[in-house]
């Protein structure tokens, strides 16, 4: 005992010393780089011959990756690496098998292999290696599993994929017993407790690193997700195993002799290991053989000989002709000053901050570095380059990019890790990163080196980035704040070393210097362009963009430019004289070949200028074309005002002819288009540009789906210029795909402010009746009689499509007894209420003009209506209805059946919260209508001498004296917060600062209501860890809807075998995953967390437990949520192969049965026909239906149901992920199975008819046409963007939609005060009113009849739309005769006379013809 605690001491000293040699060598001033160490050092063992400096030439055999598959084609034969004959002539051979997440160390470990082999040592080695993504791979599997059967050591780092990392330890657990030893690093915890060293034991250390920091994240990440949003934390694993040196010997000396021994040797292979050389992988390996192989006979290798570990320092300045590395900013510019002066570049130059991996340097995989720091440094900049050894990639901004003083260095930063600022592949801490960069205050861009692709492979793949790589270092990044995700390097297939893209390099090179030049430049000399959209073209849509008065915007906009001195010249005196500027002759300006034309560009200097323009002749012939030409010359529309360029974006050119994008070989941009921006580059000379509201088409222009080539289109367009994008908030799907598409920053924009909906018209007649009946409602002759008022008023409404079993008018209601004419009753006031009650965007909103606390009152209601329990917020309406013994839920469910005591009483309550929210937003705005900050001890104090708070006493007053106070308080400060957050004026300053090549602090996209973490205004918007959906809180929520939606249905017992299930990115964001959980609900699995929080497993529920059949879902994923989602689609997929597989009775599991027969009919494995997940090809996005509709092209609906299913039919298989298969057959197989049809919404902002997108996917008549019995599947929507979630039909919906919006006076007043714009968001929602009728039959009669009476009967109306667009009148005058046209509106001849009257009225408008003249 004494002896053994004496050695543990001993080696505790030991182990101490190595953990402090990197402390002292941080204390030096300055270090040795690896170069200068490789000269002097010796090898692995002492004495050894020292290996030459060279790479051996089969190392870098080319860019190959051997045949293209998928992915990540397996190269395993490359990596083996096996002695020859005369290698192993007497020696014990040691076999070595190792798994890791990046290549980098496949050319050290090959070079230490074969100098082993090379020495005349005792041992020799075999070597193979695999990278973790090839384990995929069936094949491979089998190959690794045969591999291990005789190692003796396997070795694995940075395994961080859940899946994968199962199926490792599924392959090496069952081998551990027989291994000799099992490293493990910086992975799962599952993969580390795989690793062995003789008696030592990483698990067994209790409180040690492996047991702390797993659960520490594990916790972190279990507290967010059960608060209903994704993880914002996580820990640094590879960081906390570097502390292992620091804190093992405070263990050791607990441990007996061996475990100690055991432990340093683990030690020092871990050090080994990071410090990445050849000759380190060397000393590992002879270490480890030496002690733990037992065919080595003891003492044959001379452990003391094998040098320790020479690792390059934590971390530190590196530059790869600098003769050390550094401490200091001050240290490395003492030396770097020379450098400069050596190459030419100016002192005052930009400087780029890099942030580097250690991992590459260390193991001389550098390559791309060194080619970017050439690349920056010839084009002129300065280049300061930090790194660490660790996962926090902050540590070098904080201790390198700063000078003494603190002051900031560089310019501009570009991350080389493509990691997540801090946190790497394992997790991430966005509030830790955000403080950093927010203190630098420098455009943040992270580069991507592709780590599961060979170069070769990703230049084949039309998805372009892997979709892990996509998920960890695309997506996690974003919410840093990191733009411009540029593909910068690519693994050669052979080798394993990563070879730098030069010409991808020098655009990342070009890209940071822009930006830095912005740093630089004054605002005088600045030139910006802005882009204006319109579409679609030719209809009074110039300057189109979601929520947005885009005139009343950039008016703005211009005026604070000018004011923080940029060169702004002629700006008109108001809105209206922008808006004629730009289309020319008001009496003719909504054309666009009466746009005003700012440049003519020939087609010499187009050719000239343009890269690309040959490319473009496959579909666009010669140029000028036909689009934005006039026959000879190139147009582009706009006008400059001095160095600011207000251009109009070209269309995508098939808007005419949507059939031919269908048929096309291959799309791209026309001649108009590419020379649009290169007038801006070339011609204009701009030094930024602005996208103006949401959204353009360049982003949505051929391409990869994420990681761009040099030939896709969104590249070639933006070329090297910033691009910044002024995007709607609640849409962070859409700005997504800008982001990394068309590499835009993205400041978010506020949609407008909301009001209820309220009544009007008959409604509101309907709701005076309802009052009246509740105050005579006993009274048996006065109380009949209104209600048969009541019924008959209803079906004037249309009511009596929304409420089952409402009375025929002619029915006696005194023969109905009283409780029956309440529930009549009860079931209208519902109705009303719900469409009183819905909020509605009023008008349009405008940068620079926030919304007023008046203005804020509807949408604080509804953000009160959430509870936060992460938060420890309860929902007002919730404290309330707690106040009278009842909670919401119940009043909720009570109401929906009609009964007329919960109705009124979820009136009240509704009226008391709506009181409660005026009282705060009279209490917080000053007298001249300005939010203050509360002062909370003041309001305690007036609380508690006058009674209660203002808001309580709001509520007393609406009928609820017993509400408790102090839930009250939490909720009103919190409310009072989001007040001030709504008001704030940020999208203006957010502009400013990128234009002064600031940071952009990032936030969420989304619904301010569900989460106002999107508020302020003015960030760059990003979405979310695609791993931490579906969260707790949406499984929850999905449970609530699939029971609603099997209720309507299932009420004799039936269930429907098959649903037709709509995904999209923006929804499953706002809702952290709601409908991605239903899905699963709906076939009866659960998301599984797995040891880090992350979603990436599932599990079926046991049928005895479901209680019903499992439901066969077909998804329909749209374009946006298959790029921002594909990992959740694996795991849909790998969920419905669950179900198909399982061992059930059919009559119980409608997956399998379904599968089954497919099977049959196709002569395919049960798995292959369990294929429910379809998407766009990769690049493509929408059915294209929305496109005709929109254009009112005259194409036959069954033309376009056909089109559908060719653009939606493309399968992904979780077994080959990543990948999208033509198997449109299969996708009409499952479709005619299905027997409804199902989206979500989730917002009050977006609704059915406020875009296209949602019944350009719906599948309802392709059902119909595809199923045996050509029966219509019933169609329904989930409606969660209140507190008390509803599912409707399609049709009820639609209805509702038209209720509070296209019939509503609030509605179309508000629209008509924001003249032109207002006037074409009217004709829109007619027009996309009508999509549902093309899509589904979905709109009844009165929808049209009534807009009709609207707009056109009602000539006051009809002159101020005219007046202002009549342009967007005509196309919604061809919309109504459209509608008759195809059999969706029944209507008169005079109401058909009427409209083509209208119609040449608004031909001889546009003319200018005027008749009375």
């Not at 299932?1050 to 809702?1071: R, V």
Request: hydrophobic residues 40%.
């Amino acid at each position: 005992e004494s002896e053994g605690s004496s050695s543990a001491k001993a080696l505790a000293q030991t182990l101490t010393a190595i953990g402090a040699a990197s402390v002292a060598l941080r204390g030096s001033k300055r270090r040795e780089t690896r170069r200068g160490l490789r000269k002097t050092q010796r090898v692995a063992v002492v004495d050894a011959e020292v290996m030459s400096p060279g790479v051996e030439s089969e190392e870098m055999a080319g860019l190959g990756g051997g045949s293209f598959s998928g992915f990540t084609g397996s190269n395993v034969s490359q990596r083996r690496v096996v002695p020859n004959a005369k290698q192993s002539e007497g020696r014990v051979k040691v076999k070595v098998v190792y798994v890791v997440l990046e290549s980098q160390y496949q050319a050290s470990m090959t070079a230490a292999v074969k100098q082993i082999n090379k020495s005349g040592g005792p041992i020799c080695a075999e070597c193979v290696g695999y990278l973790l993504e090839e384990i995929r791979n069936p094949e491979t599997v089998e190959e690794l599993r045969k591999d291990l059967e005789d190692a003796n050591i396997f070795v694995c780092s940075l395994i961080f994929v859940q899946e994968l990392a199962e199926k490792l330890v599924e392959l090496v657990a069952p081998q551990r017993d027989r291994l000799d030893a099992c490293l493990c690093f910086p992975s799962m915890p599952e993969v580390m407790k795989l690793n062995k060293l003789g008696t030592f034991d990483l698990t067994k250390l209790t409180g040690g690193p492996l047991g702390s920091f797993a659960e520490q994240i594990k916790e972190a990440r279990n507290k967010t997700l059960q608060a209903g949003k994704p993880a914002a934390s996580g820990g640094a694993f590879q960081d906390s195993l570097l502390k292992l040196v620091r804190t093992l010997p405070k263990v050791l000396k607990f441990l007996p002799g061996d475990q100690a021994k055991d432990a340093r040797t683990f030690i020092l292979s871990l050090q080994h290991w990071l410090g990445g050389t050849p000759e380190n992988v060397e000393a590992m390996l002879l270490r480890v053989a030496g002690q733990y192989v037992p065919a080595v006979t003891p003492g044959a290798i001379d452990l003391d000989r094998i040098m320790e570990p020479v690792v390059l320092p934590d971390s530190g300045i590196w530059h790869p002709l600098a003769p050390a590395i550094y401490d200091t900013y001050e240290e490395y510019m003492e030396w770097y000053k020379g450098h400069l002066n050596f190459v030419g570049v100016p002192q005052d130059a930009p400087m780029i901050g890099v942030i580097l991996q250690k991992s590459h340097i260390s193991t001389k995989d550098d390559g791309h570095y060194v080619s970017l720091i050439q690349e920056l440094e010839s084009r002129g900049a300065r280049v300061l380059c930090g790194y660490t050894g660790g996962l926090d990639f902050s540590l070098p901004l904080r201790e390198y990019f700063v000078n003494r003083v603190g002051g900031t260095e560089v310019d501009a930063m570009v991350n080389l890790t493509g990691f997540s600022l801090v946190g790497g592949p394992a997790s991430q801490d966005a509030k830790k990163a955000k403080e950093a960069l927010m203190k630098i205050n420098r455009p943040y861009m992270v580069s991507v080196p592709l780590v599961f692709q060979s170069f070769t492979e990703w230049q084949q793949s039309q998805l372009g980035l892997h979709p892990v790589q996509v998920a960890l270092q695309v997506s996690l990044p974003e919410i840093d704040g990191a733009i411009e995700p540029l593909i910068y390097a690519g693994r050669d297939g052979t080798s394993g070393r990563t070879i730098p893209m030069q010409d991808r390099i020098g655009t990342v090179a070009t890209r940071a210097l822009n930006w830095a030049r912005l740093r630089q430049k004054p605002n005088a000399e600045k030139k910006l362009a802005i882009c204006l959209f319109q579409f679609p073209p030719d209809k009074g849509n110039v300057g189109t963009a979601a929520y947005l008065d885009v005139f009343g915007s950039i008016f703005s906009v211009l005026g604070r430019l000018k004011e923080e001195g940029y060169t702004v010249e002629g700006i008109p005196e108001d809105i209206e004289g922008l808006q004629k500027s730009i289309l020319e002759d008001p009496l003719e300006q909504y054309s666009m070949a009466d746009l005003n034309v700012e440049y003519r560009m020939s087609v010499d200097e187009y050719e000239q200028l343009c890269p690309y323009a040959e490319d473009l002749r496959e579909n666009w012939g010669p140029p000028p074309g036909t689009l934005n030409t006039d026959g000879r010359d190139l147009l582009v529309y706009g006008k400059r005002f001095g160095n600011i360029f207000l251009g109009v974006q070209p269309t995508f050119g098939y808007e005419g002819d949507p059939m031919r994008l269908l048929f096309a070989k291959s799309a791209s941009p026309h001649h108009g288009f590419a020379a649009f921006y290169t007038y801006l580059e070339f011609v204009f000379g701009a030094d930024a540009l602005l996208h103006f509201g949401t959204h353009g088409s360049l982003e949505f222009m051929p391409g990869k789906q994420v990681g761009m080539s040099g030939s896709c289109y969104p590249d070639r367009l933006i070329s090297v210029l910033p691009n910044l994008y002024y995007y709607a908030a609640n849409n962070p799907s859409e700005a997504t795909i800008a982001k990394r598409r068309s590499y835009a920053s993205t400041i978010s924009y506020l949609t407008p402010p909301a009001e209820n909906a309220g009544l009007y018209k008959g409604l509101n007649e309907l709701s005076e009746l309802v009052k009246s009946y509740q105050g005579l409602r006993e009274n048996e002759q006065r109380g009949a009689s209104i209600v048969a008022s009541i019924v008959a008023t209803a079906r004037q409404c249309n009511l009596d499509k929304d409420i089952e079993d409402l009375p025929q008018e002619d029915e006696d209601m005194k023969a109905v007894p009283i409780d029956e004419r309440d529930l009549i009753v009860g079931k209208v006031y519902r109705r009303l209420m719900e469409i009183e009650s819905r909020a509605l965007p009023m008008g349009l909103h405008r940068i620079g003009v926030p919304p007023t606390a008046e203005e804020s009152v509807a949408t604080l209601v509804n953000i009160a209506q959430l509870d936060r329990p992460e938060l420890g917020v309860k929902g007002l309406p919730n404290i309330i209805a707690a106040s009278v013994g009842l909670n919401a839920e119940q009043v909720y469910r009570s109401a929906d059946k009609g009964n007329l005591e919960d109705v009124s009483r979820l009136q009240e309550i509704t009226e008391a919260c709506r009181a409660a929210v005026r009282t705060l937003v009279a209490e917080s705005t000053n007298s001249q209508g300005r939010v203050e900050e509360p002062n909370f001890v003041v309001q305690d104090m007036m609380s508690f001498l006058y009674g209660g708070s203002p808001w309580k006493k709001a509520i007393d007053a609406a009928g609820f004296p017993n509400v408790n106070e102090d839930d009250l308080k939490p909720l009103f400060v919190y409310l009072q917060s989001c007040l001030k957050l709504i008001v704030c004026n940020n999208e203006l300053p957010g502009l400013l600062k990128a234009l002064n090549g600031e940071y952009i602090e990032p936030g969420p996209g989304g619904d301010p209501i569900r989460n106002p973490d999107v508020l302020p205004t003015g960030k760059n918007m990003h979405a979310l860890d695609p791993q931490s959906i579906p969260t707790k809180a949406a499984v929850d929520t999905a449970y609530v809807v699939v029971e609603r939606l099997l209720e309507r249905l299932g009420k004799d017992g039936e269930f429907p075998e098959s649903i037709a299930f709509t995904l999209w990115g923006t929804d499953n964001i706002k809702t952290y995953g709601e409908s991605l959980a239903q899905v699963l609900a709906l076939i009866g699995c659960r998301p599984v967390p797995d040891s880090l929080g992350r979603v990436n497993k599932v599990e079926l529920i046991p049928l005895e437990q479901l209680g019903r059949p499992r439901i066969d879902v077909v998804c329909n994923c749209s374009g946006v949520f298959r790029d921002l989602f594909i990992n959740q689609m694996n795991l849909l997929d790998r969920a419905i192969k669950m179900a198909a597989e399982a061992d059930e009775p059919i009559e119980q599991n409608f997956v399998r049965k379904h599968t089954l027969d497919q099977a049959a009919e196709f002569n395919i494995s049960v798995r292959q026909a369990a294929t429910r997940v379809f998407s766009n090809a990769a690049g493509s996005y929408s059915a294209n239906v929305a496109l005709a509709v929109e254009n009112g092209t005259n194409v036959d609906e069954e033309a376009l149901q056909k089109q559908f299913v060719t653009r939606k039919g493309f399968a992904l298989s979780s077994d080959n992920p990543g990948e999208l298969t033509e198997s449109s057959e299969l996708f009409k197989s499952a479709l005619s199975k299905v027997d409804l049809t199902f989206q979500n919404l989730d917002s009050s902002e977006i609704s059915l008819t406020d875009v296209s997108h949602y019944f350009d996917n719906d599948p309802t008549k392709v059902v119909q046409n595809l199923r045996k019995d050509g029966k219509k599947p019933s169609a329904f929507i989930a409606d969660t963007t209140t507190a008390n979630a509803q599912v409707r039909s399609l049709s009820a919906q639609v209805r509702l939609d038209s209720r509070t919006k296209l019939l509503n006076p609030k509605f179309y007043e508000a629209s008509l005060k924001g003249g032109y714009e207002g006037v074409r968001e009217i004709s829109k929602r007619l027009r996309y009113t009508f999509g549902w009728s093309t899509t589904a039959g979905a709109v009844d009669n009165f929808v049209y009849e009534d807009s009709n009476d609207t707009y056109i009967a009602d000539e006051d109306i009809r002159k101020r739309m005219m007046d202002k667009n009549p342009e967007a009148l005509r196309d919604m005058v061809q919309t109504f005769l459209e509608a008759h046209a195809k059999g969706h509106w029944e209507t008169s001849d005079a109401n058909l006379d009427r409209l083509k009257d209208v119609y040449q009225e608004c031909e001889d408008k546009i003319e200018g013809v005027d008749f009375s003249a």
